[in-house]
């Protein structure tokens, strides 16, 4: 009877190949690894490629730090812990068993186009772990947090293991996918700088981002189908951060609660759709600032094009830009039935709209009428924030001095 290695639901004969044993994957020969003494025997090597791991792997001493695996396949589990990992660990890699890591330090550790069944990593201590993720692929599961929690008993237990989080200097995950099922899940941690960006997360997929304190969060160009849920951020007036930022998003599903974007110095919204965003006790910023690409000018035309003009484009566009940011989260107000929010946000949008007008955007034409009823708006009710009286007894006064 022909032997074969069972992977990820496909039986892949053994064949032999000079004095190893291998199978053929991806039209790839892959050298069959049974044992620890036959991993070790290939520790001069610069790199370890197509290689297949048959066994489960434990390493708990520090043996692992050089080792830099290339293309290889690992069928069972892989448990690491407390070892100093360098960069590149794993390249092109795929994982049908759990890869855990605990309590190590990562050196700017990356991740790059491998694929992951599950992949878990604890932390004990605090080091500066850098940690990337590129290109890779999460079939069911990643879980990054703190090694140890226990449900608070009282509000003192809960608010100590807030302050007790694990640190990291960066966590970013660049050019990611998901399994249709998958359950991503990043918490209780202190993560310095934090980013996503371009993931893809498909219909019955889960991403939740809870308990965390971010020195700069970033969501870019993130396409949600599935579920996405960010809660319990920086929840503490001491914890401050500098940058909040999403933008050129389209989320489906999404919970939000507890996030204190008034503990950032700067929030960034822009050019993103919320489809179906509900949110709690959302401590908003009060100014939602965006970024802008002026297509309207290359590099050629720039310099043809005074400084005046590109200066005074730029803020036609920011403006422009900044009034559809403060509309997007006006409907998400509206959804969420807060009426205050929304009319705050709807004033901003006008302030934003009324300052298009007042300048005069090369791409439209504003009527004297508009402009007039806008800068009456604005310098009698605030665009809705304040009582419509004023305008009454405005009209009235000039009625008074005119006749």
Known sequence: MMRSIHYFGKDYPI???????????????????????????????????HLCINYPIDFNNNFLIDFNFKNCLFIRDIDIKEQSLSSYLFEGCQFEGTLRFIDCKFEASIFRGSVFKEIEIYFKENYDNEIFFVKCHFENKI???????????DGLLYEESQRNKAKLKTLELVGCTAGNEAYLRISYLKIDDFKIKNLRLPQHAELDIGDCHFKRMQ????????????????????????????DNTSIGRTELQSVNLKSFDTVKMFDNIFTELNYTNIQWMNVIEVEQHNEKFDKESARKTSIHTLVYQ???????????????????ALSNNDQVQASYFHAKEMENYQGSADSGDGDKEYRLSDKATLWLEKYTNR????????????????????V
């Open 15 to 49: 064949d032999s190949y000079g004095d190893s044993e291998c199978i053929t994957f991806n039209n790839t020969r892959f050298t069959i690894i049974e044992n620890k003494e036959e991993l070790l025997k290939r520790y001069d090597d610069d790199e370890l490629e």
């Open 143 to 153: 879980k990054i947090r703190n090694f140890e929690w226990h449900e608070a008993i």
């Open 219 to 246: 969501l870019s160009n993130f396409r949600n189908v599935g579920q996405f849920k960010l809660y319990k951020i920086n929840i503490f007036s001491n914890e401050k951060g500098s940058l909040f930022q999403i």
């Open 314 to 332: 730029a803020a036609l566009d920011k403006a422009e830009k900044q009034r559809d940011a403060y509309r997007t989260l006006k409907n998400v």
């Open 383 to 402: 665009f809705d924030m304040k009582s419509g009286w004023s305008l009454i007894l405005t009209l009235i006064f000039l009625y008074w001095a005119l």
